[in-house]
């Protein structure tokens, strides 16, 4: 009994100090903003103003936030509506804690360890405590993840950690030779479906690839078990992970009809032909494209070579212990990434629901990590039959080559911040209330958010509706308006509606205005407020139905002469309603499905008792 309480003693300790050697690991992996500022890549700038903004809802009392209000200038867009909640509810979490400048730096070291934490969770089923800590370590400093990281500021995309966790729990099979309800419901299919819900809240594109996979990895497995067992575990967690997250996805995806979503996939730049391995499309304007492209296409090559030579290494020492029904999903998942790189791939793209909004085939890189990880570490981690130092050569061979990835990072893939693009001035212009530009596939139908003009006015008055705001000055950049134009007979402020100890750099509610007037005329009231049909606008106490659909997507309704009070109120549609009471019904089951693993897994563990005493 002592030397099995020893045994455990040490296994735990093998077990914290590799959680140690990863959050050491992803500390380093983000020691370049610490050292040189942070990275502003592709999708920095969004994801600061959502934090900014969800702050702002916050501060007014909004618990759930769905109108990103400094969008467009001042004029807002839908943003939290259609943009998956985890990233910016932690982000906006991280800014009420740190300075701004520490939030993008924290948020990347959460990310990067969630991704080494996760793959070496998944590669103990087949890997002693410190070759899964060396998958870990691969998976965070792979080349995509710091790719993600340092060039993309892609944090949606880095929640890549769900994709171990859901391979970890699709493949358990402790019921092993039990009936096949038993089998498939033995304490997985309740966190698979979190899982699943957590992807899909955190990237939409990260929750198409995780559906994709859990069929085809559930599959696999019963084709290999000869068991329908993992299906039906994946068909329910599908199910349930689908339904928890349905607050967020039933009003994104109907709410699709009221924006121009298409912009998400008709440009060139975002066209998955156009992103094949490899490939150059002929338009000069998608020069900076190709040039990012070869850069990924390198690192799927590499990725796929040194997931592949790893298997083949590690099946030659034996140094994966898992069955075949473990490792052979793990191993289809290089060869099927590569494919899916190719243009002879693209009726698949074409063809399989919603692929497409991938944007990027490369994309599917994030699910190569935790595989490639595993294998490198079996393939790098000698049998325990050699000899020590042999053990510490080769931990020494990885560390660096670990470092050469970050240096790599630090010196290809980081992106120096621009002035106006660092987080103090971007903060500057936050507080002032200026706004910021808005993306373009939030926008209402037929407008253009290039038309909205900078510098606009709470409300301006005009006799004629489609007067036009702003004169354009620099081609390429929106309209700038300024009062002596005289474009507005008049303009007005909404009303201020800070509330007693409610700090000045909360700015106005964002899912509410309101206005008291008093005009000498009837006329058209433009407000700097992009249409969306959630906005209940009245005048008066009466429902005030827009005038016309302006090119810039504003605002514009009639005011009539004399005393008028004009509210703008965000309402809760429908949609969002279904959604939110699928979430609390699918919880509820859920919970039941939990219970009841609870109780198979207790019967499970009572019988081993029992046979153990009768033995």
Same mark, same amino acid.
Not at 326 to 354: D, F, H
Not at 372 to 399: D, E, L, N
Not at 493 to 504: L, R
């Given at each position: 009994?002592?030397?099995?309480?020893?045994?455990?003693e040490?296994?735990?300790?093998?077990?914290?100090?590799?959680?140690?050697?990863?959050?050491?690991?992803a500390?380093?992996?983000?020691?370049?903003q610490?050292?040189?500022?942070?990275?502003?890549?592709?999708?920095?700038?969004?994801?600061?103003?959502?934090w900014?903004?969800?702050?702002?809802s916050?501060r007014?009392?909004?618990?759930?936030p769905?109108?990103?209000?400094s969008?467009?200038?001042?004029?807002?867009e839908?943003?939290?509506?259609?943009y998956?909640?985890?990233?910016?509810?932690?982000?906006?979490?991280?800014?009420?804690?740190?300075?701004?400048t520490?939030?993008?730096?924290a948020?990347?070291?959460?990310?990067l360890?969630?991704?080494?934490?996760?793959?070496?969770?998944?590669?103990?089923?087949?890997?002693g405590?410190?070759?899964?800590?060396?998958?870990?370590?691969?998976?965070?400093?792979?080349?995509?993840a710091?790719?993600?990281?340092?060039?993309?500021?892609?944090?949606?995309?880095m929640?890549?950690?769900?994709?171990?966790?859901?391979?970890?729990?699709?493949?358990?099979?402790?019921?092993?030779?039990?009936?096949?309800?038993?089998?498939?419901?033995?304490?997985?299919?309740?966190p698979? !479906?979190? /899982? +699943?819900?957590? $992807?899909?809240?955190?990237?939409a594109? =990260? *929750? &198409?690839?995780?559906? @994709? %996979?859990?069929? #085809?990895?559930?599959?696999?497995?019963?084709?290999s078990?000869?068991?329908? !067992?993992a /299906? +039906?575990?994946? $068909?329910?967690?599908?199910?349930?992970? =689908? *339904? &928890?997250?349905a607050? @967020? %996805?039933?009003? #994104?995806?109907?709410?699709?009809?009221?924006?121009?979503?298409?912009?998400?996939?008709?440009?060139p730049?975002?066209?998955?032909?156009?992103?094949?391995?490899? *490939?150059?499309?002929a338009?000069?304007a998608?020069?900076?494209?190709?040039?990012?492209?070869?850069r990924?296409?390198?690192?799927?090559?590499?990725?796929v070579?040194?997931?592949?030579?790893?298997?083949?290494?590690?099946?030659?020492?034996?140094?994966?212990?898992?069955?075949?029904?473990?490792?052979?999903?793990?191993?289809l998942?290089?060869?099927?990434?590569?494919?899916?790189?190719?243009?002879?791939?693209e009726?698949?793209?074409?063809?399989?629901?919603?692929?497409?909004?991938l944007?990027?085939p490369?994309?599917?890189?994030?699910?190569?990590?935790?595989?490639?990880?595993?294998?490198?570490?079996?393939?790098?981690?000698?049998p325990?039959?050699?000899?020590r130092?042999?053990?510490?050569?080769?931990?020494?061979?990885?560390?660096?080559?670990?470092?050469?990835?970050?240096?790599?990072?630090?010196?290809?893939?980081?992106?120096?911040c621009?002035?106006?693009d660092?987080?103090?001035?971007m903060?500057?212009?936050?507080?002032?209330?200026?706004?910021?530009e808005?993306?373009?596939?939030?926008?209402?139908?037929?407008?253009?958010?290039?038309?909205?003009?900078?510098?606009?006015?709470?409300?301006?008055?005009?006799?004629?509706?489609?007067t036009?705001l702003?004169?354009?000055?620099?081609?390429?950049?929106?309209?700038?308006?300024?009062?002596?134009?005289?474009?507005?007979?008049?303009v007005?402020?909404?009303?201020?509606?800070?509330?007693?100890?409610m700090?000045?750099?909360?700015?106005?509610?964002?899912?509410?205005l309101?206005?008291?007037l008093?005009?000498a005329?009837a006329?058209?009231?433009?407000?700097?407020?992009?249409?969306?049909?959630?906005?209940?606008?009245?005048?008066?106490?009466?429902?005030?139905?827009?005038l016309?659909?302006?090119e810039?997507?504003l605002?514009?309704?009639?005011?009539?002469?004399?005393?008028?009070e004009?509210?703008?109120?965000?309402?809760?549609?429908?949609?969002?309603?279904?959604?939110?009471?699928?979430?609390?019904?699918?919880?509820?089951?859920?919970?039941?499905?939990?219970?009841?693993?609870?109780r198979?897994a207790?019967?499970r563990r009572?019988?081993?008792?029992?046979?153990?005493?009768?033995?």
């Amino acid at each position: 009994m002592q030397e099995a309480a020893g045994s455990g003693e040490t296994r735990g300790w093998a077990r914290s100090a590799g959680t140690a050697v990863i959050l050491t690991a992803a500390a380093l992996a983000t020691s370049p903003q610490l050292l040189h500022g942070n990275s502003c890549g592709h999708d920095f700038d969004i994801h600061l103003v959502s934090w900014f903004d969800c702050v702002n809802s916050w501060r007014h009392g909004i618990r759930y936030p769905q109108w990103t209000a400094s969008a467009n200038y001042g004029a807002g867009e839908p943003r939290f509506i259609f943009y998956p909640p985890l990233t910016w509810v932690v982000g906006a979490a991280l800014g009420l804690l740190l300075r701004w400048t520490l939030v993008p730096i924290a948020l990347t070291f959460l990310l990067l360890a969630a991704t080494g934490l996760a793959t070496r969770a998944l590669a103990r089923q087949a890997l002693g405590d410190a070759p899964a800590t060396l998958a870990g370590c691969a998976a965070l400093f792979s080349s995509y993840a710091l790719f993600t990281a340092y060039e993309r500021s892609a944090f949606g995309e880095m929640a890549g950690f769900w994709i171990p966790l859901l391979l970890l729990l699709v493949l358990r099979d402790r019921n092993a030779a039990e009936a096949t309800l038993r089998r498939a419901f033995d304490g997985s299919a309740a966190p698979l !479906a979190l /899982v +699943i819900a957590g $992807a899909w809240l955190s990237n939409a594109p =990260l *929750g &198409v690839m995780a559906s @994709y %996979l859990l069929a #085809a990895v559930a599959l696999v497995t019963s084709l290999s078990d000869r068991s329908c !067992a993992a /299906v +039906i575990r994946a $068909a329910t967690s599908a199910a349930a992970g =689908l *339904g &928890v997250a349905a607050f @967020y %996805l039933v009003p #994104a995806a109907y709410e699709q009809r009221w924006v121009d979503i298409q912009q998400a996939t008709d440009d060139p730049g975002l066209k998955i032909e156009n992103s094949f391995l490899f *490939g150059h499309p002929a338009d000069p304007a998608l020069a900076l494209h190709n040039a990012e492209l070869l850069r990924v296409s390198l690192i799927a090559v590499g990725m796929v070579a040194v997931a592949l030579l790893g298997w083949l290494v590690a099946r030659r020492q034996k140094t994966l212990t898992a069955p075949k029904r473990w490792w052979l999903p793990l191993v289809l998942i290089p060869p099927v990434v590569l494919l899916l790189q190719l243009p002879l791939s693209e009726p698949v793209w074409n063809l399989l629901p919603k692929l497409r909004f991938l944007q990027f085939p490369w994309r599917w890189l994030v699910v190569l990590e935790a595989p490639m990880g595993i294998f490198f570490a079996a393939a790098m981690w000698p049998p325990a039959s050699r000899r020590r130092w042999a053990r510490v050569g080769r931990a020494g061979a990885c560390g660096v080559l670990f470092l050469g990835s970050l240096a790599l990072a630090a010196f290809t893939y980081f992106q120096p911040c621009d002035e106006e693009d660092a987080v103090a001035p971007m903060l500057s212009v936050e507080r002032s209330g200026a706004g910021f530009e808005g993306v373009y596939e939030y926008a209402p139908k037929g407008a253009d958010n290039g038309e909205v003009a900078t510098g606009l006015p709470d409300a301006c008055l005009a006799a004629n509706p489609q007067t036009r705001l702003g004169i354009l000055d620099t081609p390429g950049a929106n309209p700038d308006w300024w009062v002596e134009q005289n474009s507005c007979e008049a303009v007005f402020h909404a009303d201020p509606d800070a509330k007693p100890g409610m700090p000045a750099a909360a700015g106005a509610n964002p899912e509410h205005l309101h206005f008291s007037l008093t005009l000498a005329h009837a006329g058209a009231l433009i407000l700097r407020l992009r249409t969306y049909p959630a906005w209940r606008i009245t005048v008066n106490g009466k429902s005030a139905p827009q005038l016309a659909e302006r090119e810039d997507g504003l605002a514009v309704v009639a005011v009539p002469e004399g005393r008028v009070e004009l509210q703008a109120d965000w309402t809760t549609t429908a949609d969002v309603r279904i959604g939110r009471w699928l979430t609390l019904l699918t919880l509820v089951l859920l919970t039941g499905l939990w219970k009841s693993e609870r109780r198979n897994a207790a019967g499970r563990r009572s019988k081993s008792t029992s046979a153990a005493h009768l033995s």
